[in-house]
């Protein structure tokens, strides 16, 4: 639509700069095992309708090479082309542990280059399987016993690993690739290396295992050095077995390392995990637990046990053990297998992958709001905030004393913890106190979901400094702001921000409190796309993916859990149907046709399996319904109205019908043309039995007329254009008549609510659901004390089985909508990855101003509106290298003015059409200041 638009000249002056280098979507990533990794950078000028031309990539072995801008390991030459993402490098073939130093020029849309970008950096992995074998094969080395507890106890002490080897000449690099399964905290000569915890992500552990790389020149010296590992349980010691569902549990704690340091005369030597490394289970971890907590006796620290001269004569040698998916220590790498001793062996499925996201850290530090002894000895601190993660503790006190912290999300009427919802998890931490100064302590191999924490034992008084809550998650970049003038609005966005990061456990996972912490597909299929608003997402998405398809079983099925430490595969259609939702989200707004690419043979896989399920065309598999429809008993979890209720049939076949054409988008996309075309054939079948099937003989509603089933045709396409209107009727009057203007969907109808009212020119009835301060509602939430999002509508009063109070799940499309039709900032799904920008803002109801951004693949997009009286004032940023279509409110193009002249006539700007009460206008990059003097009010 806008290949041909022609700009005006800048009305900026500036030089066009490249910056913010990328590799696999990461900055200066270490250890990737992409062997043709995908480059980006962006723009940055300060001029209008600025694009790129031309590019050139360099990638060299060293800087200094780089620097004299020789690329001897690529050289792109100039490429006239306009993408600057999704750069695929095409040098020399690269090896393990390769380091390679980039930069890049771009040249402007008058022809001239910019000046070389800032130097990027990334490192590759171990690629094949023969780079583990070094000095003698790394293996896996650990303690397969239960060490002094009795093996149903879930709450292992951590295992304390150390290694003393030389360091003979000067080191010029060195590196380390860590495995601890299930958590490790990794050490060199007495210092943490790094500040990541909760580390490896999950993953399908009988299928894949990830490692860390880490840059540990530094940290060496000349001499003795000593390597130490602490391995806590994680979920490979499953927190538990059989409660409150039968869990997998993979085995016990273990490592797999290996060190490569490269001398500065081109020498290089290897430390691998072996069976001289020594290993203790005496140390002061004494007890480790996702779900219970960490109990850690300061009595037993062994100080400098990671530290040359150590007296380790009381360890025991550590044990060459099992890998994750069997009794002979092997494991794949790189595709292959290997045979390399007691590492790799025959038949091997389990893949050692380099972890390619980013990691798990502490973000932020709360301090309490308030303390208050509630009886003798007992502390209740209020952090203000519900949150993830742990506290750290400062303390001085008598040797021995034994001080604990509980965790929880609310209060009881009486004041003290609510932990009902916490069903079995204990959620308590323990620390025991060596005496003789001041101790501080916070656990390694723990989290908690919780705003209060119960202190006891803690000696003398506690005031607020005696604790502060550290907050945990994946460290994923900002994407976005969002501010309007609706204060219940901007903390609902905020209750939504904690939730969402919260829940980010190297896989989007729910409940961060309770028993459970599982990666529910359903709870993040449709709501994942407002995600990446808030945070960029891809690499986590990315690997989220390919946990599915490892757990994908050999005849195409896709379990509810992903990874599936609950072994839900049920075979419905909307939980699994996220594995073909989600990549949709990756390549709308980061253009992403790898995922496509990769994912695609899971995809059709699965498709092919619920095919086997179909009936006269329709899709009647379904196992959790139209899952948590607010019922009007505050008590129950799910409402047990009929009326509300909706027809397996109708959510399997709508669901199913939009995967299909999902996939006839993904296959088109891929240049699979036939699969395309029979995609769509079976699409148009299902479309044609769903409506004899179901919509009603007046076209009015769809079976029973549930609010979900009007909610998902009208989203999906499904509804015939001459019935479209009185659908969208029959569904206006039941959230009017049945809901009282209030949410009437569960999560399934609530993944597409807010849009598909606003996409049928209701977005007046989506932002009175969204303005609600009564149940059910976000409003509700808040009026409550909520913070984050409940699990329940009524999660204040209902069942404790299932009330946690940061769950993500009831979020559906509000942010998404929130962007993307009140901000009005969404990418041209013709031109994904915010390529060409559609910007549409609604100003609607009492919204007197708002404003957005959002750091795009290209840059940063600015919406910034606000009405007074008459008049429409909105500023408008474009980053360079996009273009963008604005939908200005107002019938008149003559009405509306940009930076004080015509918008017709100012630079950069292009009449494109009025279309209703909109003029639409074609921009280019820059910054646009419009105003409209005809702006037609709210709708």
Known sequence: MCAGLSLAAAVFAGETRVTDLRCEYRVHPLGIDTVAPELSWRMESGQRG?????????????????????????????VDSDPSIQIRYRGQALRSGQECFWKVRAWDRDGNPSAWSPVGYWSMGLLEPVDWEANGPACWIGLDEPANRSPADRRLPARYLRRQFNVERKVRRATAYVCGLGLFEFYLNGRKVGDHVLEPALSEYTKRAYYVTFDVASHLRRGVNVLGVILGNGRYFAPRTAEPTATRTFGYPKLLLKLRVEYADGSTADVVSDDTWKLTTNGPIRANNEYDGEEYDARMEFRGWSEPGYDDSAWQPARLVGSPDGPIAHARVGGSIAQLGRLFGPGSKCQMSAQMIDPIRVTETLMPRSVRERSPGVYLFDLGQNMVGWC????????????????????????????????????????????????????????????????????????????????????????????????LLNQVYENVRWGVRGNYRSIPTDCPQRDERQGWLGDRSEESLGETYLFNTEALYRKWLLDMADAQKDNGSVPDVSPPYWPFYSDNVTWPSSSVIIPDHLYQQYADTDILARHYPCMQRWMEHLNGFVKADLMPRDTYGDWCVPPADPKIIHSQDPAQ?????????????????????YATVLGRTDAARQYRESAARLKTAFNQKFLAADGRRYDNGSQTSCVLPLAFGLVPGADRGRIVAHLVEKIAQESHHHVGTGLVGGQWLMRTLSDNGRVDLAYALASQTTYPSWGYMISKGATTIWELWNGDTADPAMNSGNHVMLVGDLLTWMYE????????????????????????????????????????????????????????????????????????????TESGQPAERAPGVRLFRVEGDRVVLLVGSGRYHFLSRESQGSR
């Open 645 to 665: 209720k909706t027809a397996p049939a109708i959510l399997g076949t709508a669901y199913y019908y939009h995967c299909l054409e999902l996939m006839a988008r």
């Open 392 to 487: 750290r503790l400062t303390v001085r006190g008598p040797r021995g004393t034994r001080v604990t912290l509980r965790h929880a999300e609310t209060l009881n009427p009486d004041g003290s913890l609510y932990v009902a919802n916490l069903r079995s998890a204990k959620a308590t931490d323990t620390y025991i106190l060596k005496g003789g100064g001041t101790e501080v302590y916070e656990p390694r191999f723990t989290y908690h979901g919780f705003r209060y924490v119960e202190l006891r034992g803690y000696p003398g008084k506690p005031d607020r400094s005696a604790l502060v809550g550290r907050v945990v998650h994946d460290d994923l970049e900002s994407a976005g702001a969002w501010t309007s003038s609706n204060p």
């Open 821 to 896: 039709d009140l901000a009005g900032i969404r990418a041209d799904p013709n031109e994904p990855g915010f390529k060409h920008i559609l910007m549409r803002p609604e100003p609607v109801g009492n919204l007197r101003f708002l404003r957005a951004t959002h750091r795009s693949p290209f840059g940063l997009i600015v919406s910034d509106w606000r009405r007074r009286d008459d008049v429409f004032d909105w500023t408008v940023q474009i980053p360079p290298n996009t273009t963008a279509t604005v939908w200005v409110p107002g019938r008149d193009a003559r009405a509306i």
């Open 50 to 78: 600025e694009v790129q031309t031309a590019y050139r990539v360099l990638v060299a072995r060293d800087r200094r090479t780089l620097a004299a801008n020789v690329g001897d390991l690529w050289d792109s030459g100039q």
